[in-house]
């Protein structure tokens, strides 16, 4: 599971992966909306994410997302944590392990189901079990709270969202021959 090849690190993967910290930039802060409101927000930096891992591998995007989540708490002022970067890194490293290399049809079910199980494993980890434990720690915030009066258990709906979104967009990202190459698929 933790052996997965890269693609080569060059100027255009390092290019476009700049490109892609922009975009999640832009997605995160200007492209989140309220599906209930002051409890459950879905932010489209996914999207970013999911393309960042597709193109990078899993070794790459662990970087990417440690140096974003650095670069991030040093703009916005907040107390850096390094557990809040491991986590970053975490994710990183899962959406590079599930789609580098992967390659996926809209209308092939076994594609949908593994992009079930992978935003299911990426949430899980990341919304559902390492935040709220880290909130806990650093925030003191009691992971009842978090879940109930704050509404953390509404994320679950969020699951099936990311897949359609996913399951749109990659298929037809790797249809364009350059991109394809970038995400390692021949």
Do not use: C
């Not at 107390?79 to 390659?103: N, R, S």
């Amino acid at each position: 599971m933790f052996s997965k090849k890269s693609p080569s690190f060059g100027v255009q993967l390092i290019v476009v992966l700049a490109m892609l910290i922009a975009i999640r930039y832009i997605l995160g802060h200007y492209f989140s909306f309220w599906i209930i409101p002051n409890v459950l927000k879905v932010s489209l930096s996914f999207i970013a994410n999911t393309l960042i891992g597709a193109l990078a591998g899993p070794a790459i995007s662990l970087l990417v997302f440690i140096v974003n989540d650095v670069v991030t708490a040093l703009q916005s002022g907040y107390p850096f944590i390094i557990w809040f970067t491991l986590l970053e890194a975490i994710q990183g490293y899962l959406y590079g392990y599930f789609y580098y290399g992967k390659k996926l049809d809209n209308r092939n079910k076994q594609d949908w189901i593994y992009v079930i199980i992978a935003t299911t494993v990426i949430m899980g980890i990341g919304t559902f079990f390492l935040t709220p434990i880290l909130n806990q720690i650093y925030q003191n915030i009691p992971i009842s709270v978090q879940f109930f009066a704050q509404g953390r258990i509404f994320k679950i709906f969020e699951i099936p969202f990311r897949v359609i979104v996913t399951m749109i967009i990659l298929p037809q990202l790797q249809k364009i021959p350059e991109v394809k190459k970038l995400m390692g698929l021949s």
